[in-house]
């Protein structure tokens, strides 16, 4: 096994996850004009760009121990590849949707094989060789992000096309880094737990969540093709069924601690990837430029990229529950401050800092935490806290964002000017029920004073909505202290390991150089 070019390989993949987020996300407001979006359409693209995720993480967890790293990956090489020709081909809203529905579901299968992969062949330093291997994904932010505006600009005349072409780059590298590769066999299954004792470890209280949301995603499917759709609570009453099922087979709630952290998973992935998703759509209303609103999604992302090679000798120093509590706290202040700074550059550029350094280590802190207090349930547990993450993005995040903008957004204009109202505001049906939106269309067949108008207070109505997602991070916190005080009272934070070693800290959370650092 080669596990430098290994590693590497699964370090490319995660870029080319980003690499798609990042063009899908600079062009989606050529989309939505194009296409004629509403903004919880543009919501729904970017959702069905992430909790597809989860239906392939989760599923493939269950078996991937069986079918094998190898054959998880080429599903997942293929995906991407697909996914990028059909969005090339794409004439229609449908047409994209699927096309992204695909993407999402590569985008699922290659966490389902890194993730485990990187925690087995570096299982004593797990939260710092985790952070090192996410940090593709605002590597690829950042590179994928810049060649797409620089598409743009060098020829502006250009279709979006030719800057969905280059997600084939990084697709096509990780192919060949990882063709033919030995795979290693996973902790869980070295260490002889069985298959069914991760199951318990899981239990039923994870099944209800995960059912939950995977519904709550054929859900949205439905909407989006025309068919009657069910109700948030029809779903919660449908996600018992399988729940039930799986109680009676495992007979175990699974550790309350994990049911816990998926929960606090949704926020966690709404604060980070909502919000990035969003944020060239918001920074570009407000600023009245797209390629601006473009660029502080590679600034911030870069920001991550950097600090992510140094979780280790962070995370020794205050421990991995210390950080995500930190980084909650500065994500809400860097949040709120990005909703109150108007339209001065200077002031939204410090304020994204803060937003980029508070959710820099959100996602693989947090799956680093799940590697060491659960490693028993293995592959399920580890893939299952990031499919969770993804499908509540994308089935409630994302399109939840959208809403609240086309809800705020239209009660301004109905505020400030009723007649203006009665000629943009359209009822819509949605996930959330039935609401009003501006309509986009109807905006663009308006004189020019009130079409700016209307602009205008859509780009306000989109900066305010950044100050509610900032109570997410903010209920983190404090749950991710309450965390701090119970491992206090239990003798403070130790990894739990299953065998070979012991749980020395300084093994398990940094302290060692990554590659690149030297």
Not at 359 to 378: A, C, D, M, N, R
Request: proline letters at 3%; a neutral charge.
């Amino acid at each position: 096994m080669n596990q430098q070019r290994l590693f590497l390989g699964c370090f490319v993949a995660i870029v080319a996850t980003a690499f798609g987020f990042a063009v899908r996300s600079n062009i989606q407001s050529v989309w939505a004009a194009e296409f004629q979006l509403t903004n919880e359409q543009v919501g729904y693209l970017g959702g069905v760009g992430l909790y597809p995720f989860a239906i392939s993480i989760i599923l493939l967890s269950l078996v991937i121990d069986k079918i094998g790293y190898n054959r998880a990956m080429f599903f997942a090489f293929f995906a991407h590849l697909t996914s990028a020709v059909l969005t090339l081909m794409a004439t229609s809203f449908e047409m994209l949707y699927f096309a992204t529905f695909l993407y999402a579901l590569a985008n699922g299968a290659v966490e389902a094989v890194v993730n485990p992969v990187v925690a087995t062949i570096y299982d004593k330093n797990k939260t710092h060789w985790l952070n090192i291997l996410h940090a593709g994904w605002p590597g690829g932010l950042v590179v994928g992000g810049l060649l797409s505006i620089g598409i743009a600009r060098m020829w502006p005349e250009a279709s979006w096309k030719m800057q969905m072409a280059i997600v084939f780059l990084p697709t096509i590298l990780y192919g060949l880094l990882l063709f033919g590769q030995k795979w290693p066999v996973q902790e869980r299954v070295a260490a002889g737990v069985s298959y069914f004792d991760m199951l318990k470890e899981f239990g039923w209280g994870s099944a209800y969540i995960c059912s939950f949301l995977l519904i709550a995603g054929i859900n949205q499917i439905l909407l989006v093709a025309g068919i009657p759709n069910m109700e948030l609570w029809m779903t919660a009453l449908a996600a018992l069924v399988p729940t039930v099922i799986f109680g009676i087979y495992v007979q175990s709630f699974g550790r309350p601690m994990f049911v816990l952290l998926l929960l606090v998973m949704m926020l966690l992935a709404t604060t980070e990837l909502g919000t990035d998703g969003w944020m060239p759509t918001i920074i570009g209303a407000i600023l009245k430029n797209a390629e601006h609103g473009a660029l502080f999604l590679v600034y911030t992302s870069f920001i991550m990229f950097v600090l992510r090679f140094f979780a280790g000798p962070i995370v020794h120093r205050i421990s991995p529950l210390g950080l995500l509590a930190l980084c909650a706290a500065i994500a809400a202040i860097g949040l709120t401050w990005l909703s109150f700074a108007g339209t001065a550059a200077l002031t939204l550029f410090i304020a994204a800092t803060f937003y980029a350094f508070g959710k820099t280590f959100f996602w693989p802190t947090t799956l680093g935490v799940i590697s060491e207090q659960f490693p028993k349930g293995g592959a399920l547990m580890l893939n299952a806290i990031a499919g969770v993450g993804m499908i509540a993005v994308g089935t409630l995040g994302g399109p939840g964002i959208g809403f609240v903008q086309d809800q705020d957004a239209a009660a301004i204009v109905k505020q400030e000017d009723a007649t203006l109202a009665t000629k943009v505001i359209s009822d819509k049906k949605g996930l959330f029920g039935d609401h009003q939106a501006i309509d986009q269309v109807k905006v663009d067949a308006l004189p020019a004073e009130e079409k700016a108008k209307v602009t205008a207070i859509d780009a306000r109505s989109k900066q305010g909505t950044l100050r509610k997602i900032a109570t997410l991070p903010a209920i983190m916190c404090l749950i991710y202290i309450g965390l701090i005080v119970y491992f206090q009272s239990r003798g403070g934070y130790t990894a739990q390991v299953l065998t070979g070693h012991a749980a020395e800290d300084e093994k398990f959370t940094g302290g060692l150089r990554a590659p690149m650092e030297g």
